[in-house]
């Protein structure tokens, strides 16, 4: 399969066999993403890898804390979003609703939930970045995941980039040790996809090519 080919086939994930990822293929993963593009080559991103039970010990954690502050997703945006860019979204939740209300869970309960235990897979992987760098240095670390994610596929492995739970970051960093200078930026589920489970059966949409680019000739 080509890298093309990956790139349409690519989902997010969110119900994960019970089967370990050989360390040596999340090894190769780390490694492609360590190859992306970054200005004058900081290489800015860092990455936690945690399973078994420091990654249930952290789950634990992250449970406790939501309960408490009850967190919620969104966009993150302070001012409403223009029409065209949320319409994404409702199309997006169009798809995904009727599949999750097969579980009889609340759609809002099963993405915050699932954010919190990212979504039963059994590997997770944080990624960081030293608070050093400005903020524009996050399109940096956007290139490296990205790498992650398409390898990740390449292998048969899937994902789910999680950003919720950077609202907990200091736990995060508490519970797997990680240094008070380092910045949680996004958390990723890495596992087998279980490929009968409803929540995992859609794709959302993307937008055609003349939503998103422009000529000037």
């Known amino acids: 399969m080509d890298v093309f080919e990956i790139m349409k086939q690519r989902k997010s994930v969110r119900k994960y066999l019970d089967k370990p990822v050989p360390r040596a ?11 992306a593009a970054s200005a004058i080559n900081l290489q800015p991103w860092e990455y936690v890898v945690t399973y078994g039970e420091e990654k249930d010990r952290l789950i634990r954690r992250l449970k406790k804390v939501h309960a408490m502050k009850n967190v919620s997703c969104g966009p993150g945006t ?6 065209n860019i949320a319409d994404r979204s409702r199309r997006a939740l169009k798809v995904m609703k009727p599949q999750i209300a097969k579980l009889d869970v609340p759609f809002n309960q099963f993405i915050e939930e699932g954010s919190c235990s990212f979504y039963g897979a059994p590997v997770v992987i944080i990624v960081l970045m030293d608070k050093v760098f400005p903020k524009l240095r996050y399109l940096d ?3 490296s995941v990205s790498y992650l994610l398409l390898a990740a596929e390449a292998k048969g492995l899937s994902t789910c980039p999680i950003g919720l739970i950077t609202e907990y970051g200091d736990d995060i960093k508490d519970v797997l040790s990680i240094p008070e200078e380092k910045e949680v930026l996004l958390a990723i589920s ?10 995992n059966d859609f794709k959302t949409d993307r937008e055609p090519l003349n939503e998103i680019l ?4």
């Open 78 to 83: 302070s001012t409403p979003l223009p029409k």
């Open 141 to 143: 670390v956007g290139l």
């Open 190 to 199: 890495l596992g087998y996809e279980d490929e009968t489970a409803p929540e």
């Open 214 to 217: 422009t000529w000037y000739e």
């Open 25 to 35: 293929d999340i090894e190769d993963l780390i490694r492609c993403a360590g190859s």
